[in-house]
């Protein structure tokens, strides 16, 4: 029956209430700036708003200031925003279209006779450490007339002191340079080192640039005097506002104006960026109990904000290039899914990648130590943990699909924290600390219990690194701490006791079938690391108790009351999405036997028993519900990653397809305005709470394996 109310409601497949023609579809939030933990700018969408319908927001979804206007032939209309401007006229210039790929978001308005284009320009560099660590982020606009008249066209855009705090009471101060670069550069005037309020950092700067060149204004002043002497005027006076006053007061904001002239054809684009530098990034525990901070990897070459500044606009046409080159590759290598899957991997990169912060340590003379790299990841919205385990863990085919180096680096600051034996517990950590960007660890190992899914992840990581690259340096110099947590996995993992997994939110659960699977697969994993290291006798002991442990767990994971697995063992009415058989796949380790993903009917007269078949990718089929299939019985709600990953073992296209496709309609419903959540209820489509999580990058699980 679920299977059937499943099709019915393809036919008629929700759409946001738009007016304009969206590719691949409308999502919950555009992403326009989005490359970090702090630089996080999206357009909120719910039913349908355009570019100029609402406020820019960040993650959260506090309000990030960020307007723009256009005049053609003296008249004035908004593009970005919903700016008030009590003294001057301007009409709403219309959405004719709006496109995402992996790196951009595209929109097209009409402003009277002329078209303008806006992309907002999130590279995603993962094969360049220098460039991936960059902060900043590009808006391009170019005009072309419609008519085939030329129109006289000027640009404008500003940003408010709204991005530099949580707190809009707080009091900021600003600076405007000129020369080759104009650059408005502003932050608060008491600044709280290492801080966040309601997840924003307290401390650095916002920028906002572009190229000086000809017919390019500034003005620093109240968001409706400066506005409005770009409406009345079609430029700014190139003045400065030094009443320095709290975030709220007078809004103050940081405008440049670009005069495009007489405009037929399209124009080269004229571009601004935006970015966040702090320093330092982040502050990490080290052996002995003492702090060591951490920061960003780009400092190694740029230490003015000024010459990264100029490079990284001067750099748009590459990096367009680029960017234009990634969004290819990612289409095509998801279309060989479907483009349902491709739309769901190209909305998922940047929110990924932009979890994380590449960074680096000093020498004892003050100098960036460029050899030591750690990459730190914020869990986002279901709280502030630094480099949480079990979200790096559906992170991970991002990072091999990009680049596997960027996993390395993720995990180093586990391991390194860890094997300095201040973590007193015998299984992995969860995370490296509860609150970003203080990766303080947790010497009273009091941090979430995770115990089963942390060290099995681990370990499935750390082969599936070595597997791709034939780095082995990692599991050689920590050997002894992959082997402690295998041989907790013996004790845990098989019959694992009463303790939560990654769906923490579900609550604890005795004898998971599931969860036994990680245990499983990550003793198995470490009897392959054990042969890459040479020990053939270890090697061979963790695979049979691995293929023991196999034998066991299917005659403890069979229903009797149909054909699939359980959620937890001797509950024969429950099951779930059995994910974790992604790992076995991915490490290439065909630990659980073809039977267990079949659909091959099982004979009526096997006795339940002995059964041999455990028709896990068929039952999907009848218990889906209107948005896809829940994550177990306990609950009707479900989780996009592990659709994904169950659809990326599904041996019934079909059934891939169902998965892949309730992901998608999820997320073209119309039904949030959140950056894509990744917990949602299956029988209505509506969000639970999540939002621009990294663990999206779970969604490219189908093209790493």
Not at 456 to 469: A, D, E, H, K, P
Not at 496 to 507: C, K, L
Not at 659 to 674: E, F, M, N, P
């Amino acid at each position: 029956m679920h299977w059937l109310l499943y099709l019915l409601s393809c036919v008629g497949t929700i759409h946001a209430a738009v007016t304009w023609n969206a590719e691949p579809f409308n999502p919950p939030s555009f992403p326009l700036a989005v490359r970090s933990p702090y630089l996080s700018a999206w357009l909120p969408q719910g039913a349908g708003a355009a570019l100029n319908d609402v406020w820019p927001t960040f993650w959260t979804g506090q309000t990030l200031g960020w307007a723009g206007f256009v005049k053609v032939d003296n008249n004035a209309y908004s593009f970005l925003g919903t700016p008030n401007v009590p003294n001057a006229a301007f009409s709403k210039a219309v959405q004719k279209s709006s496109k995402f790929t992996a790196t951009q978001t595209t929109f097209v308005l009409s402003a009277g006779p002329v078209d303008l284009t806006i992309t907002f320009l999130s590279p995603v560099e993962a094969t360049d450490l220098l460039k991936q660590s960059t902060p900043f982020a590009y808006m391009a606009v170019s005009a072309s007339s419609t008519d085939g008249a030329a129109h006289r066209v000027q640009v404008y855009s500003d940003i408010s002191a709204e991005w530099v705090s949580g707190n809009n009471g707080l009091a900021a101060n600003w600076t405007t340079s000129t020369g080759s670069v104009i650059t408005h550069q502003v932050q608060l005037v008491n600044q709280a080192v290492l801080s966040e309020v309601n997840d924003h950092t307290q401390y650095g700067s916002a920028f906002y640039s572009t190229l000086s060149t000809s017919g390019v204004t500034w003005q620093s002043g109240e968001d409706i005097s400066v506005r409005a002497q770009f409406i009345n005027n079609g430029r700014l006076p190139n003045t400065r506002d030094t009443n320095f006053r709290a975030i709220d007061d007078a809004w103050p904001v940081f405008a440049i104006s670009h005069d495009l002239g007489n405009v037929r054809a399209a124009t080269t684009p004229v571009v601004t960026s935006v970015g966040h530098i702090r320093d330092p990034a982040l502050r990490y525990i080290v052996a002995g109990g003492g702090t060591q901070l951490r920061s960003s990897y780009f400092l190694s070459r740029f230490s003015r904000p000024a010459d990264l500044i100029s490079e990284f606009l001067n750099d748009f046409p590459e990096a367009l290039d680029r960017s234009n080159a990634l969004d290819a590759k990612v289409n095509s290598d998801a279309s060989r899914i479907s483009s349902d899957y491709a739309a769901i991997v190209a909305l998922s990169v940047r929110q990924a990648i932009a979890a994380t912060e590449i960074t680096i340590s000093r020498n004892s003379n003050g100098s960036f130590n460029v050899n030591d790299i750690i990459i730190f990841m914020k869990e986002i919205s279901s709280n502030g943990n630094i480099n949480t385990v079990d979200v790096i863990f559906p992170t991970w085919p991002l990072l091999l699909y990009l680049n596997p180096q960027l996993g390395k680096f993720l995990l180093e600051g586990l391991f390194r924290y860890q094997a300095t034996g201040q973590y007193p517990n015998k299984y992995s950590i969860h995370d490296l600390g509860a609150s970003y960007p203080n990766a303080l660890g947790h010497n009273d190992g009091r941090d979430e219990r995770m115990p089963v899914e942390e060290s099995g992840n681990m370990i499935i990581m750390s082969l599936s690194y070595v597997q791709r690259t034939n780095d082995q340096s990692q599991i050689r110099q920590y050997s002894a701490l992959l082997d402690q947590w295998a041989q907790f996995l013996i004790e845990d993992s098989l019959i694992p006791e009463n303790q939560i997994s990654t769906d923490d939110f579900a609550g604890p659960l005795a004898n998971q079938t599931n969860l036994a699977i990680k245990g499983i697969v990550g003793i198995k994993a470490m009897s392959e690391i054990a042969s890459l290291l040479g020990d053939q006798a270890k090697s061979n002991n963790y695979s049979a108790i691995a293929a023991d442990y196999v034998t066991q767990w299917r005659g403890l994971a069979r229903s009797t009351r149909g054909p699939h697995l359980t959620l937890s063992y001797n509950d024969a009415d429950s099951w779930g999405l059995t994910y974790n058989l992604f790992g076995d796949k991915l490490l290439g380790l065909n630990l659980f036997p073809q039977d267990v993903y079949t659909t091959r009917e099982s004979s009526p007269h096997t006795l339940l028993s002995a059964i041999d078949v455990f028709l896990e990718t068929a039952w999907y089929k009848t218990v889906a519900r209107p948005f896809g299939v829940p994550l177990d019985t306990r609950h009707t709600y479900t989780k996009t990653d592990w659709e994904i990953w169950t659809a990326s073992i599904a041996t019934d296209t079909s059934v891939r397809d169902l998965l892949i496709s309730s992901v998608r309609k999820y997320a073209s419903s119309g039904l949030a305005s959140q950056p894509f959540g990744d917990w949602y209820e299956t029988t209505n489509g509506a969000p639970q709470g999540f939002r621009a999580r990294p663990v999206v990058g779970g969604h490219l699980a189908l093209l790493v394996l």
